[in-house]
């Protein structure tokens, strides 16, 4: 709704980059796509952001390289839930 009304074409881009596998967790493991979507829109909102840049979500061999060793172009990592998982991500 609130969308709707704005003019996005003439306001200020924020842009917040995430890589969502540290940028929150629940001890050593990784929270899923869905838990992130709706912990990840609140802070946005919150913080004034806009828009979300994410960093590599491809599939990747080494939780530490952060996505940048893509073995998977085509695809999401599984580290954080399925392809409909992702979907929901995406459209939350």
Known sequence: ELRKKRAI???PMNVYEVHLGSWRRKGDQFFSYQEIAHQL???CLDM???YVE???IQEHPL???WGYQVSGFYSPTSRFGSPQDFKH???H
């Open 41 to 43: 829109s609140v802070y």
């Open 9 to 11: 074409q003439s306001a």
């Open 63 to 65: 939780d530490e390289s």
């Open 54 to 56: 994410l960093m590599p």
């Open 89 to 91: 991500f995406i459209n």
């Open 48 to 50: 004034g952001y806009n």
